[in-house]
């Protein structure tokens, strides 16, 4: 049988009211991080191609390759967008549920196995733009910002799954 467990909010509010803080700016860097140029690919000194993981995913689109599409916007937006709904609701003091609490905690101890997935997506962006054998990269802001969301949504989950006390299964 598992102990009982307290509200994150209630028992550690300044913290939880920071991490919640933190989740705004999370929500801010990757959404300026998804939108914004996150590389430069120039090729031959002549073509020069910026992309934003938005527009690599209208080229795709636009080139039929749907299924990519999808595991895109799967790991880079939808997945990042529940994790954080997800931490949001740990840290909730609305959260009046131990079971509650289990299932979310559960959520995401499955789910962290495919953090570090969305970093991946980038490089699968990059790669589906075609480089070709001659080309020079430049890396722009977005990826440090959706790197930075990444990072930070690490950060807040370790941080929720300590204040928890509970380690799950």
Request: hydrophobic share 55%; glycine share 6%.
């Amino acid at each position: 049988m598992h102990e009982p467990l307290d509200n994150i909010a209630r028992r550690f509010p300044a913290e939880a009211r920071f991490l919640r803080l933190i989740l705004v700016v999370i929500l801010l860097c990757l959404g300026a991080g998804l939108s914004a140029p996150i590389i430069t690919l120039e090729k031959f000194y002549f073509f020069n191609n910026t992309v934003s993981i938005f527009s690599g995913l209208l080229e795709l689109i636009s080139e039929g390759q749907i299924l990519l599409f999808v595991i895109i916007v799967l790991f880079s937006i939808i997945f990042p967008v529940l994790k954080i709904f997800v931490l949001n609701k740990l840290l909730s003091p609305s959260l009046n549920s131990n079971q509650s609490l289990r299932q979310y905690l559960s959520w995401m101890h499955h789910y962290g196995k495919w953090s570090m997935l969305d970093v991946f997506v980038v490089a699968i962006l990059i790669a589906a733009v075609k480089l070709g054998t001659v080309a020079n990269m430049q890396l722009h802001y977005g990826l440090y910002l959706f790197a930075g969301a990444v990072l930070l949504t690490m950060f807040v989950t370790a941080r929720v799954v300590k204040l928890s006390g509970i380690i799950t299964q």
